[in-house]
């Protein structure tokens, strides 16, 4: 009988500390690990060049300060993102104009009213849409300035659920159903741009 009651309970315990091992194996939240799109110098694979902005590979970020055609340049994945949460490290100088651009309706045609665009536009004539806000979707009441140093903007889209974090602080959280899905672009309009790191975790 003892022997019995040994195997039963060793048995039990090997269920246990594999289910311990298969849920510290499992993500925090969500439904998926971070995938680094860009890194440094590395992940320009993952995206397609759209517009005439000059993207180079400058001490080790990826960088545009000019643009050979008319209007904005971009960097576009090459996938689709539907509910995500991404985190992208970028620099600008005080002038310029750039936004992370999502859920965006044509990969080919980007625009602050085709995709959600959280916007980096310290200089904007309408501060109410610049950096830290959704530009048409959620105004923002002081916004903070991104130019000349590092940032972090972490931003979350989950069904119609938009947050929006910058260097931790949250500027706006707003609720919109126009784009469901959709790539995801680094804009450069103005001024110097850089992208250091870009990641990405789907929920």
């Excluded at 039963?8 to 269920?15: D, E, I, N, R």
């Excluded at 320009?44 to 340049?73: C, H, M, P, Y």
């Excluded at 992208?88 to 995709?115: H, P, Q």
């Excluded at 159903?177 to 680094?186: M, T």
Aim: aromatic share 10%; proline share 4%; hydrophobic share 40%.
């Amino acid at each position: 009988m003892k022997r019995v009651t040994i195997f039963v309970c060793s048995g039990l315990l090997a269920v246990v500390l594999s289910a311990c091992e298969s849920m510290q194996s499992m993500p925090l939240f969500g439904k998926g690990d971070w995938v680094t799109l860009l890194d440094g110098p590395n992940g320009l694979e993952n995206w397609n060049r759209v517009g005439g902005a000059n993207w180079a590979v400058v001490d080790g970020v990826v960088q545009a300060d000019r643009n050979t055609q008319k209007g904005s340049g971009f960097l576009v994945t090459k996938n689709s993102y539907k509910d995500f949460v991404i985190r992208v490290e970028f620099w600008v100088s005080d002038n310029a104009n750039s936004g992370i651009y999502m859920r965006c309706a044509d990969a080919n045609v980007l625009t602050d009213k085709s995709c959600y665009e959280a916007n980096i536009f310290d200089q904007r004539p309408d501060p109410s849409y610049g950096t830290g806000a959704i530009v048409h979707i959620a105004k923002i009441a002081n916004m903070p300035k991104a130019g000349g140093k590092w940032n972090v903007y972490e931003i979350t889209a989950r069904g119609p659920k938009l947050t929006v974090v910058l260097n931790g602080n949250r500027t706006v959280e707003a609720e919109d159903s126009k784009f469901a899905a959709g790539p995801i672009g680094l804009q450069w309009a103005a001024g110097t741009v850089k992208f250091r790191k870009v990641q990405i975790r789907p929920l």
